[in-house]
Nanobody, 122 residues
Framework: QVQLVESGGGLVQAGESLRLSCAAS????????MGWFRQAPGKEREFVSF????????RYADSVKGRFTISRDNAKNTVYLQMNSLKPEDTAVYYC???????????????WGQGTQVTVSS
């Protein structure tokens, strides 16, 4: 089992930045790819970004490319999502996920955090 706890969400204005953190415990963190997904009210959970277990490979949704950066610190068992130039359409609950393999479909991911709310006002 892998336990994940997100933090760093909040209310910001458009154009501002936030950094989300996800602390992992349980099995060896460095063995897992890590991902961020988000879900807005009334919408399906969608892919935001993932990073491979060693951090050498990353991928982003087109909607966040160039604005968001994912990173991980295996010594701290933590993955981060730096979100810059936030837009109202980024408003959602953001979830951290862990999996052996990377995938853009949320169905493929085994472990999930409880989510953290990000609200961007215009």
């Amino acid at each position: 089992q892998v336990q994940l706890v997100e933090s760093g969400g909040g209310l910001v204005q458009a154009g501002e930045s936030l950094r989300l953190s996800c602390a992992a415990s349980g099995r060896t963190f460095s063995n897992y790819a890590m991902g961020w997904f988000r879900q807005a009210p009334g919408k399906e959970r969608e892919f935001v970004s993932f990073i491979s277990w060693i951090g050498s490979s990353t991928r982003y949704a087109d909607s966040v490319k160039g604005r968001f950066t994912i990173s991980r610190d295996n010594a701290k068992n933590t993955v981060y999502l730096q979100m810059n130039s936030l837009k109202p359409e980024d408003t959602a609950v953001y979830y951290c996920a862990a999996n052996r393999l990377v995938d853009t479909s949320y169905h493929a991911w085994d472990y999930w955090g409880q989510g953290t709310q990000v609200t961007v006002s215009s």
